[in-house]
Antibody, heavy 120, light 110 residues
Framework: EVQLVQSGAEVKKPGESLKISCKGSGYSFTSYWIGWVRQMPGKGLEWMGI????????TYSPSFQGQVTISADKSISTAYLQWSSLKASDTAMYYCARLRGNHYSDFDYWGQGTLVTVSS | QSVLTQPPSVSGAPGQRVTISCTGS?????????VHWYQQLPGTAPKLLIY???NRPSGVPDRFSGSKSGTSASLAITGLQAEDEADYYCQSYDSSLSVVFGGGTKLTVL
């Protein structure tokens, strides 16, 4: 069974750093792109970027380029999303999801989400 | 403002048919890129509903169907049920922006 299991909820202060994770299982982790999607409170889905764990090839949304870093450790089948200096506006639910095929395809499996709250 | 435009809300009575539109442009849907649809029930992660314009993953009822024409796509739900009340999102690819989502549509079952 394909599963993406994300790390737990985080409460941080503005200016702090954070790295959240997404562990894949039940499939060949290095054979599929993993994407990150932001959902701010009461809002829609926003694509942040994708990574190919086999070689860490990464593509960012123009809206998130330079704001976050996406990485992966294929040895432990885990993708990461990190911030170096959080802002209150980073408060959101973050989902990882598996791309079924190439950049044009759908996200066929999703993680349960990680809620990030940034507040002083 | 999302690259793909969806109506903010639609509604229908149980048993009825509703459609949700997703309007793009010549750089995404009109360029031939496939459209995918997701259902997000309250408090849960999105779930793939339709992929590649009109294909249903295993387990998705055939009450859900998708279509695409020109720069737009549509999701149709027939035999509306109370459990269909959710947010629905379309997704495609844009030649300048990469992956793009619609703004989402809230379906209310009256």
């Amino acid at each position: 069974e394909v599963q993406l299991v994300q790390s737990g909820a985080e409460v941080k202060k503005p200016g702090e750093s954070l790295k959240i994770s997404c562990k894949g299982s039940g499939y060949s982790f290095t054979s599929y792109w993993i994407g990150w999607v932001r959902q701010m409170p009461g809002k829609g889905l926003e694509w942040m970027g994708i990574i190919y764990p086999a070689d860490s090839d990464t593509t960012y949304s123009p809206s998130f380029q330079g704001q976050v870093t996406i990485s992966a450790d294929k040895s432990i089948s885990t993708a990461y999303l990190q911030w170096s200096s959080l802002k209150a506006s980073d408060t959101a639910m973050y989902y990882c999801a598996r791309l079924r095929g190439n950049h044009y395809s759908d996200f066929d499996y999703w993680g349960q989400g990680t809620l990030v709250t940034v507040s002083s | 403002q999302s690259v793909l435009t969806q109506p903010p809300s639609v509604s229908g009575a149980p048993g009825q048919r509703v459609t949700i539109s997703c309007t793009g442009s010549s750089s995404n849907i009109g360029a031939g890129y496939d459209v995918h649809w997701y259902q997000q029930l309250p408090g849960t992660a999105p779930k793939l509903l339709i992929y590649d314009n009109n294909n249903r993953p295993s387990g998705v009822p055939d009450r859900f169907s998708g279509s695409k024409s020109g720069t737009s796509a549509s999701l149709a739900i027939t035999g509306l049920q109370a459990e269909d009340e959710a947010d629905y999102y379309c997704q495609s690819y844009d030649s300048s922006l990469s992956v793009v989502f619609g703004g989402g549509t809230k379906l209310t079952v009256l």
